[in-house]
Structure formats: structure tokens, C-alpha cells
């Protein structure tokens, strides 16, 4: 058998696991709880991330590691690198994405749009930067963020000093200006060893309390023409880097323009709908890749609405009892803004979906989607 290696157990992990199953790849992950919802899909080692050695156990039997979570300390890619072991993605663009700055940085140089934006380290910077950039602004910590946590919104001069007092002192921080944007979209791209790039299309996603709630795919009234653009930003990047493996840029749309946010060097939220929604889900295109097997294809099957269960899940019944709905359970304990699961929603007909998403709405607890 082939075995891979992940570095994290979280749904992440459980569904390239999954996806690997079938191709008769068996998968060992590494992640610091117990319970890691990969466990039951996957041998896992109970370990720190940044802890090389357990990194070290985890990965023995596979000759490729890859990770499941951009926080994984590029001490242990490079030292697992080091000791023999081929890590996919790259190092180089997992250490980007772990900085807000290098990211925009990188995007920059490779012609990618970005918000205007401005390091901040001191209190007079930040009110320097103010002055450069103009409000609204978004003050965020340049590393460890997700799910909009280490953000502060600048909407006044008077938001100038208590944004700085809750993220300030502990980190160094950019300052974004705010952008008025139409809706935000993702582009999600897969890059095999021969430089093989193909992309999932363009879908939108909403968000709440900075967590995704919902993604449509595809997204409404996409031209080519906006496609092209995503695709050739994902391009440029994954060529940049050497990439192989999937790569999320996440966007904002204004008008006929694309701005990047972030990248992540792995498989995203926004791409859960390709399980049932495309010909190749981005779980399978990612194992294919990074264990040097040819990609599969990335056309969309069944438009398809993804709704993240947030903190709590629906009765299994309820889901399942609606045409076209599919139920993700991670097996994680519910916690108050915690992903524990999600819903896919396929329909080929525009109507039959929307209606669809109703019924499935209509038997979510309120505060889960
Ligand atoms: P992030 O952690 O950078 O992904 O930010 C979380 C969410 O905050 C994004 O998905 C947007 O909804 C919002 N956001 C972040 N940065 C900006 C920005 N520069 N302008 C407008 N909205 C933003």
C-alpha cells in the first residue's frame, strides 16, 4: 500500500483521508489531541505540530508528508525535509501564508491586486498608517489570525486607540483599508508535479462573526472573462512556488476586478462542495498531487450550495430525509463557534436547489448556518 502522511487530524485531514481510501492510500496524521476527528479514518499519532520527532513517528511508512492546517511551524516541514521525507506543498509557501505581509508581498510581485496596506508595529505607526490608508480600516496580526480572530475594525479615529489596545501589545500587526467589495469569492487550484494546473470554478463565499457560513458554487454571473483572472492568479502563484498540491486564494470582487485576501496553502472550507459537486473533489486532486499521480478533472457536476454547521448539528434524519442533501458529521463536540460538520446541497435545475437549500435551512437551528 501507499501511505501518506498529513500533519494535522482535524475535518481537514478526516477528508483527504477519505478521499485517499478508495486509491488504496492509506493515511497516518499527526495532531496534538486525542480525539482528533481523523483518528477513525487514519492511524494517528498524538503529537505536538511544532515537535519534530513526533512529526518524525507519525511519518514513518510514507515517503510524502503534507499538512492540513497553515499554522503547521515550517520547523517541522524543513526538518522532516532534512531527514529525507518529500513535504507537498512547499515549505517556501506555507511560510508565506503564515504572514500577512510576505503574502500581500508576494502577491504584489506577481502582479495579484491587493488592499492597500501598511505594517504596524508601534501606536504611532498605526496612527501613520491611518493617516496613509484613510478609514475604514481592518488592523489585524500579521500571523496566527483565522476566522476573523486578531481583527479590529478602524471605522473612526476614535476606534484608532482601543484597536490598538486589544491587538497592539501582543503582535505585530498590518493595517488594511477596508475594502467596500461586491461579494467575496475563492478560486481553489490544484498543481501536480509536472506543472499540471488545473482550477475548480469560482465560488462565493458568505461569511458571519468572520467564520464561513455558506458557499454557492458556482458563483452567480461569473464571466470568463473574471474566471480567466482568478485562474491566472492561482496560476502565477502555484508557479511561483513550485507548488504542488491544492492552493485557496481567497478574493474580493469589485466590479470587474479581483482583490486577494489570503491564500492557504491547503485544502479550504470554500471547497467542501466539490466532493459532491465536481468530477474530482479537491480532497482527491490533493492526494493525487502530492503523491506525483495524474490530477482528475475539475469540471462542475451539480451547482451546489455548502452550509457549515457552526457550534451545533441537525438531527442526521431531518438532513437526510431532503433530495440532494448530503451530511458531513465530523465527530467533533459541538463548541460555540466551532465547524463540526456541514451540508452540501447539489440540484441541477436553479429552482430545485434554492428549494432544496430552503428545506435544509428551514430544519437547521437557527444559529448553526
Ligand atoms: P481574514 O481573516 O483575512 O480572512 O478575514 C476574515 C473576513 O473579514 C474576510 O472574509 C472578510 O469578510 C473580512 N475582511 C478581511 N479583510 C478585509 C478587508 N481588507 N476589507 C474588507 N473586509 C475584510
Redesign the pocket.
Known sequence: VTQLTVLGGGQLGRMLALAAIPLGVDVTTLDPSTDATARTVSRLTVGDLGDATAARTAATGSAIVTFEWEGVPASTTRELEESGWIVRPPTTALEVSQDRITEKTTFTALDIPV?LFAPVSSRAELFNAIAALGTPA?L?TRRG??D?KG?AVIETEADVDPAWDALGPAASLIL????A?DR?LSIIAVRSVDGDVRTWPLVENQ?RG?ILRTTVAPAAAITTELQALADGYARALLDHFSYVGVLTI?L?QVGNTLLA??MAPRVHNSGHWTIEGAATSQFENHVRAVLGWPLGSTDLTAPSVMINCIGALPAPETILAIPGAHLHRYGKTPRPGRKVGHVTVTGTEAATLAARVDQVRAVLPADIG
Open positions: 488592499a481592518i489585524k489570525g483565522y476573523g481583527q488594511e483599508a477596508k475594502v467589495f467575496e461569511h468572520g481567497e474580493f485576501n489570503e
